[in-house]
């Protein structure tokens, strides 16, 4: 079943500014963030260099801005880049509030990292980092919908064929038959949520699910 949803009711769902669950998926795993935090810091040193080379007044304030903007990169990156996701997906024309089913479950696994190594004839071998990742198939009364895929935790083997799932879908078109974008989706009757983005505002999803489908 598909309910309209009204763009004044997206802006309380998908914020235009981060949350800190978001800022905490683009932040990234430690790996990402030892790379973020080499980028913040070379940037930084350099322009703090440059700052204390300076002697004109006007170039300076220019040299310890950038400095500034380079240090505080690790907290503003992440930040900037859940907010460019939030308003692009806020930029479609039509939303609607889906609630169906999960109608097929299974597994899939996805390269994280990779890297080479030499073994102990010395050969290089390619040395993959995979995990596991679990597709949901979501279906209605009108039939197959989408899927949503998402790194598989221990809380996810509850999950069932024929559990009830929510979420908000949106497109371009009003017919919703093509181009259809899901934000991450909530089982109710787990209690748990899924997506690989925090798109929704938890809480008050849960609260538009009760009004709209009570």
Not at 180 to 201: F, Q, R, S, V
Request: with cysteine.
């Amino acid at each position: 079943m598909l309910i309209p949803i009204k763009q004044n009711q997206i802006s309380k769902l998908i914020p235009s500014v981060g949350t800190g669950g978001q800022f905490k998926y683009t932040l990234g795993d430690p790996r990402k963030v030892l790379q973020k935090l080499i980028i913040s810091s070379i940037g930084g040193v350099l322009n703090l260099l440059l700052f204390i080379s300076q002697s004109s007044t006007q170039t300076e304030n220019l040299w310890l801005l950038l400095c500034v903007i380079f240090f505080l990169y690790i907290i503003w990156g992440p930040i900037l880049e859940s907010s460019r996701k939030n308003i692009k997906y806020k930029n479609s024309k039509f939303f609607s509030l889906f609630d169906g089913y999960v109608s097929d479950i299974y597994k899939t696994e996805r390269i994280e990292s990779s890297r080479e190594q030499s073994n102990r004839q010395g050969r290089l071998e390619l040395i993959e980092k995979k995990r596991t990742w679990l597709v949901i198939e979501l279906e209605d009364e009108d039939g197959y919908l989408d899927k949503i895929s998402f790194p598989m935790e221990n809380k996810h083997s509850r999950i069932r064929v024929g559990s009830n799932i929510r979420c908000i879908i949106s497109s371009n078109y009003r017919s919703f038959e093509r181009e259809i974008y899901l934000t991450d989706a909530w089982l109710p009757d787990e209690n748990i949520w899924i997506g690989e983005y925090p798109y929704l505002l938890r809480p008050a999803f849960e609260e538009i699910c009760y009004i709209y489908l009570k």
